[in-house]
Nanobody, 123 residues
């Protein structure tokens, strides 16, 4: 069983930056593609970004391209999501997941999920 723990969310103001973290419990994460999804109030969970753990290949949703950056630290078994120029519409619960591989924007590809971290952006 693999456990994922997100952290770094909180209440921020529009225009601020934030870095979310997702710590994985097992070293075998080198075999997984890691992704971030978000779910806004009353809406479905949608893809935000993903990174191939071993190769560093990244995918970013068009809606957040230019503001969101995904990275990883293999030594720390952690994946990061950096968000800049936060907007009120970025308010959501952000979830980290582990997938076997592409397509990275499909939730059913993900085998494990974290509990989520709340990001609230005030205007």
């Amino acid at each position: 069983q693999v456990q994922l723990v997100e952290s770094g969310g909180g209440l921020v103001q529009a225009g601020d930056s934030l870095r979310l973290s997702c710590a994985a419990s097992r070293r075998t994460f080198t075999t997984y593609t890691m992704g971030w999804f978000r779910q806004a109030p009353g809406k479905e969970r949608v893809f935000v970004a993903a990174i191939r753990w071993s190769g560093g290949t990244t995918w970013i949703a068009d809606s957040v391209k230019g503001r969101f950056t995904i990275s990883r630290d293999n030594a720390m078994n952690t994946v990061y999501l950096e968000i800049s120029s936060l907007k009120p519409e970025d308010t959501a619960i952000y979830y980290c997941g582990a997938a076997r591989g592409p397509p990275v924007d499909v939730q059913s590809q993900y085998l494990y999920w974290g509990q989520g971290t709340q990001v609230t952006v005030s205007s």
